[in-house]
C-alpha cells in the first residue's frame, strides 16, 4: 500500500466540538467523522497537518429571515465571515492544543507530534502516526507577534494567515461561485511581519483561503516555498477557494506545493454539493497542476473533517480507491509516491528549522 501524508484535515476541531458525546475517539474505530488512527491504518495515511480552525461565535446559520448562502442567477455567494476576537481565539487554540497533547500521550508513543524533518522521517520507518500542528487562520496570535514562538515551542508547524474572513494580518476570500479569487486588499503591515518571523522560525506559511492580493504580497515577501494546503484549480471550478493560473505558475517557480481537496462544491465544474461525484474529477484537477508545473508540486489535501466528502471517498479508510483511479489514470508508482507524501516530506525539510 502507497504511504499517504495528507496536507489538511479539520479533525481535532471536530473531535473537540462534539463536547462528552465521544462518538469519534481518535484511538478507536467508528462511523462517526472522516479520521481516526484504525481508518487510517486502512487507507493507508501515516499522517497529516492537523488543522486548528477557530468557528466565529454566534453565527445563525440557519437563519431564514437573514440567509448566510445566497443563490444568485449563476451561482451563490456566502456572505463574509465577520473577525473573531483574538482572546476567544487563543483560549480556544489552547484547549484544543491540550487535548492534542492529551492524544499524543494516550496513543503511547504510536502517534506523534512533529517538531523537525527528522522526526517525521523516523515516525515513517517506526510506523508512528505523524501529527503536524497547524492554525488555519491567525487570530491567535498576538498582533505583535509576541506569543508565535510560544507557540512555536508548543509544536506550530504550519500557519495559515487567514481563514475565510478578514483579520489583523490579511483578508481571506468569501465563499462565492462564480468568482476569483481577487476579493479585498492584502497583507496588513501586521502581516507583512508575521511572513518574516515565520521565515525566520521555520514555519511553513499556507496560502489556503487568502485572497489574490495577500498571496502575491506573501510570493514577494517569503522566503520559502509556496504552500497551499487545501484548494482546487480556478480553471475547472471558478470558485474563490481555488487558485488561478498566476498563482499555480507562481507556486511552481518558488518550488511550492499545492494540497488538492476532495469536496464536490469546489471540483465540480457546476460547483454543485454531488456526494455520488466520480473521483476522476479529483485527478482532473491533480492533471492540471502536473502538465502546467510539474509532478513536484501536487499533494493531497483533503479537508476531511472540514466538509462533505463524496460517497467513494466517504473517510480516510477509502483512499486505496483514489490511488486506484491515479493509476488508472497513467501514474507510476514513483509519481504516485510524490503526490501521496514525498513532495510534502520535501517541503518540510526545506521550510522547517
Ligand atoms: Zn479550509
Redesign the pocket.
Known sequence: MIPIFDG?N?TLVKLYKQGKSKKQNFLNKSTYGHIDLIRAQEGGLIGGIF?I?VPNQNINLESASNPRLQFTNNGYEVKMNPPIDHKYAKDFTNSIIQNLYNLEKQANGIIKIIRNYDEITNCITQNKFSIVLHF?GAEAIRKDLKNLENYYDKGLRAL?LV??RPNEFGYGVPFKFPHTPNIGSGLTNYGKNLIKKCNELGIMIDL??INEKGFMDVAKLSTAPLIV??TGVFNICKST?NITDKEIDIIGDSDGLIGI?FDPINLLPSSMPDKNMSLSFIVDHIDYIVQRININHIAFGS?FD??EMPKLIKDVSYYPNLIDVLKDRGYSKTSLEKIAYKNWLRIFKETWK
Do not use: I, L
Open positions: 489538511h479539520d488543522s480552525n488555519e495559515g481563514w475565510s489556503a483561503h494546503s487545501h477557494r481537496y479537508d472540514g466538509t
